[in-house]
Structure formats: structure tokens, C-alpha cells
């Protein structure tokens, strides 16, 4: 009777494991990490919209990353935004004015960031910029979601 009172444990055992690996193997295949990948041609707009998603939502939790293409002589206004967002510059000259001085629109007080350059944009950090004499191209990358908030006019 032990006999098979332990031939009975083994094979509850041996079950067991059978079913906990494959419930295992199954989780595996599901955490299976989702990759993201774009050509050059799939990050730009055919109905000349500036801004192009390549992952993500900012308008929703979790992290998001977007391309801002602005067309010679397109700045925007002073603003905030309420995240942190983190910004490099792909192509051309992009012009921007940071901190407290960012206030008041004056293009003239921009400052130039060449291709390659990087911009730290702090939540609460007023702020505006854009393109001058080139089309300026940025990839922005932050987590959503997030809030943009317009600067009165002085």
C-alpha cells in the first residue's frame, strides 16, 4: 500500500509539473516584447501633417514617440507641457528659446540646435521654437499622457 501511495504522490507530482511549465511556456510567449520598426518614408506625412506617431499615444499612459516636422518659418508660441520630454533634432537647424525668457515671444532671441543636437524639455518648463530658413525635423519622445498648455500673448 506505501508502494503505491508513493507511485500515486509521483505521479501527482510529475502532472504537476507538466502543467505549471506549460502554464509557464505559455506566459513566455505571451511577454513576448512587441518591436517597433519604421523606414524613413513611414515617418513622413502624404497629407502634410507636421507630426507623425511612430509609437505609442501621448495622449495615453506609457511612453510615446513622435516626429515634428516644422516648414521654414513655422515657430510656435511660448507654452509648457506638463511631462518631461526629451527631444533630438534629425534634420536641419531647429530654433528655440528656453526658460523664463521664453515668456515672451522674440524669434530673434532663439537659439540654433544643428542636427544631432539634443533638448530637455522639463515638465513646467516654458518654452517655444521651431524653424527658420530650412525645414527643421525632431523626433520627441516622452511619457503620456501628456498636456500642452498655451502662454497668454505679451
Avoid at 508502494?3 to 511556456?25: K, N, P
Avoid at 507630426?51 to 506609457?62: F, L, Q, T, Y
Wanted: with cysteine.
Amino acid at each position: 500500500m506505501n508502494t503505491d501511495l508513493r507511485r500515486v504522490r509521483w505521479l501527482l507530482c510529475g502532472v504537476s509539473v507538466y502543467v505549471l511549465s506549460a502554464a509557464a511556456y505559455g506566459q513566455d510567449r505571451a511577454a513576448i516584447p512587441t518591436f517597433v520598426s519604421r523606414q524613413p518614408e513611414e515617418l513622413k506625412s502624404a497629407d502634410g501633417v507636421t507630426a507623425v506617431v511612430i509609437m505609442g499615444d501621448p495622449s495615453k499612459p506609457g511612453m510615446y514617440v513622435v516626429q515634428n516636422t516644422f516648414a521654414p518659418g513655422r515657430t510656435s508660441r511660448p507654452h509648457f507641457h506638463d511631462q518631461d520630454r526629451y527631444i533630438t533634432v534629425i534634420k536641419g537647424t531647429w530654433w528655440v528659446s528656453l526658460g523664463p525668457e521664453a515668456d515672451v515671444y522674440n524669434p530673434s532671441k532663439m537659439v540654433a540646435m544643428k542636427a544631432g543636437s539634443f533638448v530637455f524639455h522639463p515638465a513646467g518648463g516654458h518654452h517655444y521654437d521651431g524653424a527658420k530658413d530650412e525645414e527643421a525635423v525632431v523626433r520627441i519622445m516622452g511619457m503620456g499622457p501628456v498636456k500642452t498648455t498655451q502662454l497668454e500673448a505679451r
